[in-house]
Protein backbone atom coordinates (compact mmCIF):
# COMPACT_ATOMS: atom_id res chain seq x y z
CA UNK A 1 0.00 0.00 0.00
CA UNK A 2 1.63 3.54 -1.01
CA UNK A 3 1.74 5.81 1.51
CA UNK A 4 -0.44 9.27 0.71
CA UNK A 5 0.73 12.90 2.39
CA UNK A 6 -2.34 14.27 3.72
CA UNK A 7 -2.91 18.38 3.82
CA UNK A 8 -3.52 20.23 6.69
CA UNK A 9 -7.15 20.08 7.98
CA UNK A 10 -9.30 23.01 7.01
CA UNK A 11 -12.39 24.16 8.04
CA UNK A 12 -14.69 25.90 6.03
CA UNK A 13 -17.53 28.10 7.24
CA UNK A 14 -19.73 30.27 5.86
CA UNK A 15 -20.16 33.95 6.61
CA UNK A 16 -23.23 36.26 5.06
CA UNK A 17 -23.53 39.03 5.46
CA UNK A 18 -25.22 40.02 8.88
CA UNK A 19 -29.26 41.31 7.58
CA UNK A 20 -28.86 44.29 10.12
CA UNK A 21 -25.95 45.46 8.17
CA UNK A 22 -28.24 46.50 5.90
CA UNK A 23 -30.68 48.19 7.57
CA UNK A 24 -31.41 51.68 6.44
CA UNK A 25 -30.62 52.84 10.25
CA UNK A 26 -27.15 51.75 10.11
CA UNK A 27 -26.05 52.31 6.64
CA UNK A 28 -28.67 54.46 4.70
CA UNK A 29 -28.57 52.57 1.50
CA UNK A 30 -30.30 53.58 -1.60
CA UNK A 31 -31.45 50.57 -3.11
CA UNK A 32 -31.74 47.75 0.16
CA UNK A 33 -33.21 45.20 -2.43
CA UNK A 34 -30.78 45.17 -4.58
CA UNK A 35 -27.77 45.44 -2.74
CA UNK A 36 -29.49 42.17 -0.23
CA UNK A 37 -29.41 40.28 -3.20
CA UNK A 38 -25.58 39.61 -3.33
CA UNK A 39 -24.76 36.18 -3.02
CA UNK A 40 -23.77 34.92 0.58
CA UNK A 41 -19.56 34.26 -0.18
CA UNK A 42 -18.03 30.86 1.36
CA UNK A 43 -14.27 31.67 3.14
CA UNK A 44 -12.13 28.75 4.02
CA UNK A 45 -9.82 29.62 6.50
CA UNK A 46 -7.55 27.99 9.59
CA UNK A 47 -10.22 27.90 12.54
CA UNK A 48 -10.71 31.45 12.47
CA UNK A 49 -13.78 33.79 12.56
CA UNK A 50 -14.58 37.59 11.74
CA UNK A 51 -15.87 39.63 14.08
CA UNK A 52 -18.57 42.25 12.97
CA UNK A 53 -19.22 45.25 14.94
CA UNK A 54 -21.62 48.07 14.77
CA UNK A 55 -22.84 51.23 16.88
CA UNK A 56 -26.42 52.47 17.03
CA UNK A 57 -25.34 56.44 18.37
CA UNK A 58 -22.71 58.42 18.12
CA UNK A 59 -21.26 60.89 20.92
CA UNK A 60 -22.49 64.97 20.79
CA UNK A 61 -18.56 66.02 19.86
CA UNK A 62 -18.69 63.54 16.78
CA UNK A 63 -21.91 65.38 15.65
CA UNK A 64 -20.63 68.66 16.26
CA UNK A 65 -17.32 67.46 14.17
CA UNK A 66 -19.71 65.90 11.24
CA UNK A 67 -21.75 69.57 11.42
CA UNK A 68 -18.42 71.27 11.41
CA UNK A 69 -16.49 68.74 8.42
CA UNK A 70 -19.18 68.12 6.02
CA UNK A 71 -18.18 64.52 4.65
CA UNK A 72 -19.34 63.20 1.59
CA UNK A 73 -22.70 61.98 0.61
CA UNK A 74 -23.38 59.19 3.47
CA UNK A 75 -25.32 56.73 1.35
CA UNK A 76 -22.19 56.74 -1.09
CA UNK A 77 -19.70 56.16 1.65
CA UNK A 78 -22.11 53.31 3.27
CA UNK A 79 -22.48 51.68 -0.31
CA UNK A 80 -18.49 52.05 -0.53
CA UNK A 81 -18.02 50.38 3.03
CA UNK A 82 -20.15 47.22 1.51
CA UNK A 83 -18.14 47.36 -1.92
CA UNK A 84 -14.98 47.15 0.33
CA UNK A 85 -16.25 44.55 2.46
CA UNK A 86 -17.44 41.65 -0.62
CA UNK A 87 -13.91 43.07 -2.25
CA UNK A 88 -11.51 42.02 0.97
CA UNK A 89 -13.68 38.54 1.13
CA UNK A 90 -12.89 37.82 -2.85
CA UNK A 91 -9.11 38.80 -2.32
CA UNK A 92 -8.60 36.71 0.47
CA UNK A 93 -10.78 33.58 -1.14
CA UNK A 94 -8.77 34.25 -4.63
CA UNK A 95 -5.13 34.62 -2.51
CA UNK A 96 -6.37 31.33 -0.37
CA UNK A 97 -6.65 29.73 -3.56
CA UNK A 98 -3.95 30.71 -5.29
CA UNK A 99 -1.05 29.90 -2.15
CA UNK A 100 -3.22 26.39 -1.73
CA UNK A 101 -0.74 23.34 -2.51
CA UNK A 102 -2.34 20.44 -1.98
CA UNK A 103 -0.20 17.70 -1.99
CA UNK A 104 -3.51 15.23 -2.05
CA UNK A 105 -4.77 16.70 -5.74
CA UNK A 106 -1.19 16.36 -7.21
CA UNK A 107 -1.39 12.93 -5.87
CA UNK A 108 -4.49 12.61 -7.73
CA UNK A 109 -3.26 13.99 -10.82
CA UNK A 110 0.06 11.69 -10.77
CA UNK A 111 -2.17 8.32 -9.70
CA UNK A 112 -4.78 9.55 -12.95
CA UNK A 113 -1.24 9.76 -15.32
CA UNK A 114 -0.52 5.77 -13.52
CA UNK A 115 -3.88 4.87 -14.34
CA UNK A 116 -3.90 6.09 -17.51
CA UNK A 117 -0.54 4.00 -18.19
CA UNK A 118 -1.82 0.87 -16.79
CA UNK A 119 -5.19 0.96 -18.62
CA UNK A 120 -3.39 1.52 -22.22
CA UNK A 121 -1.12 -1.37 -21.03
CA UNK A 122 -3.97 -3.47 -20.09
CA UNK A 123 -5.30 -2.70 -23.21
CA UNK A 124 -2.45 -3.67 -24.52
CA UNK A 125 -2.29 -7.21 -22.80
CA UNK A 126 -5.64 -8.09 -24.20
CA UNK A 127 -5.68 -6.58 -27.61
CA UNK A 128 -2.76 -9.16 -28.31
CA UNK A 129 -4.58 -11.94 -27.20
CA UNK A 130 -7.61 -11.13 -28.55
CA UNK A 131 -7.63 -9.50 -31.56
CA UNK A 132 -11.48 -8.76 -32.15
CA UNK A 133 -10.53 -7.64 -36.25
CA UNK A 134 -8.99 -10.84 -36.23
CA UNK A 135 -12.49 -12.93 -35.09
CA UNK A 136 -14.34 -10.43 -37.19
CA UNK A 137 -12.46 -11.10 -40.83
CA UNK A 138 -12.15 -14.76 -39.25
CA UNK A 139 -15.89 -15.31 -39.88
CA UNK A 140 -15.72 -13.68 -43.86
CA UNK A 141 -12.74 -16.15 -44.40
CA UNK A 142 -14.52 -19.46 -43.30
CA UNK A 143 -17.76 -18.37 -45.03
CA UNK A 144 -16.20 -17.31 -48.42
CA UNK A 145 -12.56 -15.81 -48.67
CA UNK A 146 -10.50 -19.06 -47.70
CA UNK A 147 -7.80 -18.47 -50.36
CA UNK A 148 -6.90 -15.32 -48.19
CA UNK A 149 -5.83 -17.65 -45.35
CA UNK A 150 -3.15 -19.15 -47.85
CA UNK A 151 -0.06 -18.31 -47.95
CA UNK A 152 2.18 -18.34 -51.27
CA UNK A 153 5.66 -19.45 -49.48
CA UNK A 154 5.36 -21.92 -46.50
CA UNK A 155 8.90 -22.09 -44.43
CA UNK A 156 10.03 -23.06 -41.26
CA UNK A 157 11.76 -20.06 -40.35
CA UNK A 158 13.18 -16.67 -42.70
CA UNK A 159 16.27 -18.61 -42.95
CA UNK A 160 14.85 -20.91 -45.53
CA UNK A 161 13.95 -17.70 -47.79
CA UNK A 162 16.46 -16.92 -50.82
CA UNK A 163 16.00 -13.05 -50.03
CA UNK A 164 18.62 -13.06 -53.30
CA UNK A 165 16.01 -14.72 -55.84
CA UNK A 166 13.58 -12.02 -54.08
CA UNK A 167 15.54 -9.52 -54.89
CA UNK A 168 16.05 -10.29 -58.73
CA UNK A 169 12.34 -10.71 -58.91
CA UNK A 170 11.91 -6.87 -58.16
CA UNK A 171 10.63 -6.74 -54.95
CA UNK A 172 11.90 -3.83 -53.41
CA UNK A 173 11.35 -4.38 -49.83
CA UNK A 174 10.30 -6.82 -46.83
CA UNK A 175 7.97 -6.26 -44.09
CA UNK A 176 8.33 -8.86 -41.00
CA UNK A 177 5.74 -9.41 -37.82
CA UNK A 178 7.76 -9.64 -35.12
CA UNK A 179 6.25 -11.84 -32.04
CA UNK A 180 7.68 -15.40 -33.00
CA UNK A 181 8.76 -14.25 -36.79
CA UNK A 182 11.80 -12.50 -35.87
CA UNK A 183 11.72 -12.69 -31.56
CA UNK A 184 10.36 -14.81 -29.12
CA UNK A 185 7.05 -13.80 -27.93
CA UNK A 186 7.07 -10.43 -26.65
CA UNK A 187 10.99 -10.04 -26.75
CA UNK A 188 12.81 -7.31 -27.88
CA UNK A 189 15.62 -9.22 -28.82
CA UNK A 190 16.60 -11.06 -32.14
CA UNK A 191 16.24 -14.92 -31.67
CA UNK A 192 19.89 -15.63 -32.21
CA UNK A 193 19.67 -18.34 -34.82
CA UNK A 194 18.10 -16.11 -37.55
CA UNK A 195 20.94 -13.39 -37.12
CA UNK A 196 23.00 -14.38 -40.07
CA UNK A 197 19.61 -14.38 -42.25
CA UNK A 198 18.49 -11.00 -41.51
CA UNK A 199 22.00 -9.94 -42.01
CA UNK A 200 22.06 -10.72 -45.73
CA UNK A 201 18.22 -9.43 -46.09
CA UNK A 202 19.74 -6.10 -44.59
CA UNK A 203 22.39 -6.32 -47.17
CA UNK A 204 20.36 -6.62 -50.36
CA UNK A 205 17.10 -4.95 -49.57
CA UNK A 206 19.20 -2.02 -47.66
CA UNK A 207 16.60 0.41 -45.63
CA UNK A 208 13.70 -1.25 -46.97
CA UNK A 209 12.74 -3.54 -44.70
CA UNK A 210 10.27 -2.93 -41.47
CA UNK A 211 8.55 -4.11 -38.83
CA UNK A 212 5.28 -4.48 -38.89
CA UNK A 213 3.36 -5.63 -35.71
CA UNK A 214 -0.05 -6.00 -33.48
CA UNK A 215 2.21 -5.91 -30.87
CA UNK A 216 4.48 -2.51 -31.42
CA UNK A 217 4.24 0.35 -33.48
CA UNK A 218 -0.12 -0.14 -32.67
CA UNK A 219 -1.34 3.95 -31.63
CA UNK A 220 -4.22 2.13 -29.68
CA UNK A 221 -1.45 0.71 -27.56
CA UNK A 222 1.77 2.66 -28.09
CA UNK A 223 0.62 5.90 -27.96
CA UNK A 224 3.63 7.72 -27.61
CA UNK A 225 5.66 5.26 -29.61
CA UNK A 226 7.89 4.54 -26.62
CA UNK A 227 7.72 0.88 -27.31
CA UNK A 228 8.48 0.88 -30.83
CA UNK A 229 11.55 2.95 -30.22
CA UNK A 230 12.68 -0.09 -28.17
CA UNK A 231 12.15 -2.29 -30.25
CA UNK A 232 13.90 -0.14 -32.95
CA UNK A 233 16.85 0.10 -31.13
CA UNK A 234 17.23 -3.67 -29.91
CA UNK A 235 17.18 -5.32 -33.57
CA UNK A 236 18.05 -2.40 -35.52
CA UNK A 237 14.73 -2.31 -37.34
CA UNK A 238 12.80 0.34 -38.11
CA UNK A 239 8.92 -0.18 -36.71
CA UNK A 240 6.06 1.27 -38.46
CA UNK A 241 3.59 3.13 -36.97
CA UNK A 242 -0.01 2.50 -37.62
CA UNK A 243 -3.70 2.64 -36.41
CA UNK A 244 -5.32 -0.61 -37.69
CA UNK A 245 -4.80 -4.09 -36.30
CA UNK A 246 -4.16 -6.96 -38.92
CA UNK A 247 -5.86 -8.25 -40.69
CA UNK A 248 -8.26 -5.28 -40.95
CA UNK A 249 -6.77 -1.79 -42.66
CA UNK A 250 -5.43 -1.06 -46.12
CA UNK A 251 -1.49 -1.27 -46.71
CA UNK A 252 -1.34 2.83 -46.94
CA UNK A 253 0.89 3.18 -43.77
CA UNK A 254 3.40 0.76 -44.97
CA UNK A 255 3.34 1.95 -48.32
CA UNK A 256 4.16 5.64 -47.94
CA UNK A 257 6.85 4.30 -45.16
CA UNK A 258 8.78 2.32 -48.39
CA UNK A 259 7.19 4.40 -51.23
CA UNK A 260 6.49 1.59 -53.03
CA UNK A 261 2.96 -0.71 -53.91
CA UNK A 262 1.97 -3.30 -51.38
CA UNK A 263 2.37 -5.72 -55.13
CA UNK A 264 6.51 -5.12 -54.46
CA UNK A 265 6.53 -5.75 -50.88
CA UNK A 266 7.29 -9.43 -48.76
CA UNK A 267 5.11 -9.59 -45.55
CA UNK A 268 6.13 -12.47 -43.62
CA UNK A 269 4.29 -13.47 -40.35
CA UNK A 270 3.86 -16.31 -38.38
CA UNK A 271 -0.16 -16.38 -38.19
CA UNK A 272 -2.47 -17.56 -41.46
CA UNK A 273 -5.83 -15.35 -40.63
CA UNK A 274 -3.87 -12.00 -39.96
CA UNK A 275 -0.72 -11.65 -41.07
CA UNK A 276 -1.16 -13.63 -44.22
CA UNK A 277 -4.79 -12.49 -44.57
CA UNK A 278 -4.07 -9.03 -44.36
CA UNK A 279 -0.72 -9.67 -47.11
CA UNK A 280 -2.86 -11.22 -49.35
CA UNK A 281 -6.13 -9.05 -49.11
CA UNK A 282 -3.58 -6.30 -49.90
CA UNK A 283 -1.45 -7.64 -52.49
CA UNK A 284 1.41 -8.62 -51.14
CA UNK A 285 3.87 -11.98 -51.51
CA UNK A 286 3.00 -13.54 -48.41
CA UNK A 287 5.17 -16.03 -46.54
CA UNK A 288 4.42 -18.11 -43.72
CA UNK A 289 6.60 -19.48 -40.59
CA UNK A 290 6.56 -21.46 -37.87
CA UNK A 291 5.99 -20.00 -34.38
CA UNK A 292 9.77 -20.46 -33.00
CA UNK A 293 8.78 -21.04 -29.43
CA UNK A 294 5.39 -21.54 -27.93
CA UNK A 295 6.80 -21.34 -24.65
CA UNK A 296 5.87 -17.72 -22.86
CA UNK A 297 2.74 -17.76 -25.47
CA UNK A 298 -0.50 -17.24 -24.17
CA UNK A 299 -2.81 -20.44 -24.27
CA UNK A 300 -5.46 -18.51 -26.08
CA UNK A 301 -3.12 -18.18 -29.01
CA UNK A 302 -1.45 -21.38 -29.02
CA UNK A 303 -5.36 -22.89 -29.44
CA UNK A 304 -6.07 -19.82 -32.02
CA UNK A 305 -2.92 -21.02 -33.97
CA UNK A 306 -3.72 -24.36 -34.06
CA UNK A 307 -6.85 -24.10 -34.86
CA UNK A 308 -5.61 -21.75 -38.25
CA UNK A 309 -3.09 -23.71 -39.64
CA UNK A 310 -5.80 -26.88 -38.66
CA UNK A 311 -8.09 -25.22 -40.86
CA UNK A 312 -5.12 -23.79 -43.89
CA UNK A 313 -3.70 -27.26 -44.07
CA UNK A 314 -7.27 -28.81 -44.75
CA UNK A 315 -7.83 -26.27 -47.27
CA UNK A 316 -4.72 -27.28 -49.08
CA UNK A 317 -5.08 -30.94 -48.96
CA UNK A 318 -8.30 -30.41 -51.32
CA UNK A 319 -6.74 -28.00 -53.54
CA UNK A 320 -6.92 -24.63 -52.57
CA UNK A 321 -4.09 -22.27 -53.38
CA UNK A 322 -3.03 -18.82 -53.09
CA UNK A 323 -3.38 -15.97 -55.21
CA UNK A 324 -0.68 -15.99 -57.92
CA UNK A 325 1.66 -12.90 -57.84
CA UNK A 326 2.90 -11.57 -60.95
CA UNK A 327 6.68 -11.30 -60.18
CA UNK A 328 7.05 -14.88 -58.87
CA UNK A 329 4.54 -17.03 -60.51
CA UNK A 330 6.35 -20.51 -58.87
CA UNK A 331 7.10 -19.49 -55.48
CA UNK A 332 8.88 -22.51 -54.66
CA UNK A 333 12.05 -20.64 -56.35
CA UNK A 334 12.62 -18.53 -53.48
CA UNK A 335 12.98 -21.33 -51.25
CA UNK A 336 16.09 -23.15 -49.64
CA UNK A 337 16.54 -26.58 -48.73
CA UNK A 338 19.37 -25.68 -46.86
CA UNK A 339 18.94 -22.63 -44.04
CA UNK A 340 21.00 -20.12 -44.18
Known sequence: MQSTSIAPWHTCYYYPVPKQLFSPHHLHLPNKKKLSEQPSK??????????????????????????????????????????????????????FRE???????????????????WWTDFKAFLGQRINLEGVASSVGILSKDKHLAIPHVSVPDIR??????????????????????????YSLSLWAP???????????????????SNSAGLYEYDPDGRKAKALEDAIGIKVIRHRGKKPAG????????????????????????????????????????????????????????????????RWCGKGLKAINH?????????VKDVPL
Open 42 to 95: KLCINNSFFTFTATNSCSEDQEKNRKRYPRNDPDQENHKLCQDFYSSIDNQETQ
Open 99 to 117: SKRDPESEIDNLLDISSNM
Open 160 to 185: YIDWAELKNRGFKGVVFDKDNTITLP
Open 194 to 212: LGSSIEQCKSLFGNDIAVF
Open 250 to 313: TAEEIEKHFGYESSRLIMVGDRPFTDIVYGNRNGFFTVLTEPLSLDGEPLIVRQVRFLEVALVN
Open 326 to 334: RLLPDPKEC
